[in-house]
């Protein structure tokens, strides 16, 4: 296609089938349902991003991962849908160049923390990247009545202001974005903020005040988690492998 942007070279069928992977364990591990989607920089070109084509996330296999410049832009797309909200995606690893891989899904545990006033904190050492604070996207502040989704690259511009340095912001009414360093914590994260909303509402049942995790704690547990989060990744892909 004239006018696609170049690809940033081929990438090791090892580092897809992993890539592929991600999408599957968080939909075995009930972070995403038929929606959600991961991406991850290339691994070398950092002005392009690889993501699969618009498909369930369960279903996802190496030959549906596409690539995309920062625009979202494809630079292939030989007739393949894209996911309408690959701006959210674009726009966060223009704003973050830090960050490696993204998640965003629709899972149910967070949702009412984006609806109410009460913050989500870290309740526990695997949820410690949540003591840096999760700030809420509210689309309606800068955008006024839609229909939610973040399908322009305006909307995934705000969205990326309001995540700033954090690892995790909620998306009010819609779900949560979650990045990391690489791709194993991006995934890490996204399973422990939704463990992490359930265990709050728990906490706040039990009523008082909750001794959360600092931010200080924080920093030294999220530090520990992310040098170990291959034990959880071997024992997750195991399970979306055949
Ligand atoms: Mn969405």
Known sequence: MTGAPASGGLVDCVVLEDFAAASRILADQGVFDAAGHVTMRHPGNPGRFLMSRSLAPALI???????????????????????????????????????????HSHSAAVIPF???????????????????????????????????VVSTPEKGAALAQVLADKPVALLRAHGVVVVGPSLRAAVFRAVFTEI??????????????????????????????????????????RRVTR
């Open 114 to 148: 984006g609806l109410v006033s009460t913050p989500m904190r870290a309740m526990y050492h695997n949820a410690a990247f949540l003591a840096a604070g999760v700030p809420v996207f509210n689309i309606r502040d800068k955008f006024g009545t839609t229909d939610i």
């Open 196 to 237: 992490n909303a359930r265990v709050q509402l728990q906490a706040t049942i039990l009523g008082g005040p909750i001794a959360a995790l600092d931010a200080d704690e924080g920093r030294l547990a999220d530090a520990v988690n992310l040098a170990t989060d291959t034990r959880s990744w071997e024992l997750w892909k």
């Open 61 to 103: 296999a190496a030959a549906d991962i596409m690539e995309f410049d920062l625009d979202c832009v494809p630079c292939d797309p030989r007739g393949r849908n894209p996911f309408l909200e690959r701006y959210l995606h674009g726009e966060i690893f223009k704003a973050r160049p830090d960050v490696m891989a993204i998640a």
